[in-house]
């Protein structure tokens, strides 16, 4: 089992920034990819960014939503135990929940891959 813990959501004016973390415990070891998805009111849950491991833990690669493409970045410490989420030049339609989520196994981009979610953090950007 794989417990998530995200932080770091607020309120921020357009144009501003934002760093999300989150922090994995329990069998962290097995996990392959880990990333973020956000859900706004009255919309479904969609993917942001997503960081995945090779095999062997050595080398990771990264894969972003084109909404978010030059402005938000992922990155992790080595030990798969925390992933951020670093949120620039922010609009108001980046508010959402945003969810960390990691996967065993799967599709980086499908939310239905990814067997274990973070109860969410409220980001909100004012205009």
């Known amino acids: 089992q794989v417990q998530l813990v995200e932080s770091g959501g607020g309120l921020v004016q357009a144009g501003g920034s934002l760093r999300l973390s989150c922090a994995a415990s329990?069998?962290?070891?097995?996990?392959?990819?880990m990333g973020w998805f956000r859900q706004a009111p009255g919309k479904e849950r969609e993917f942001v960014a997503t960081i995945q491991w090779s095999g062997d833990g050595t080398t990771y690669y990264t894969y972003y939503a084109d909404s978010v493409k030059g402005r938000f970045t992922i990155s992790s410490d080595n030990a798969k135990i925390t992933v951020y989420l670093q949120m620039n030049s922010l609009k108001p339609e980046d508010t959402a929940v945003y969810y960390c989520?990691?996967?065993?196994?799967?599709?980086?981009?499908?939310?239905?891959?990814?067997?274990?979610w973070g109860q969410g953090t409220q980001v909100t950007v004012s205009s």
């Open positions: 329990g069998s962290t070891f097995s996990i392959y990819h």
């Open positions: 989520a990691a996967a065993r196994r799967g599709s980086v981009w499908n939310s239905k891959d990814y067997g274990y």
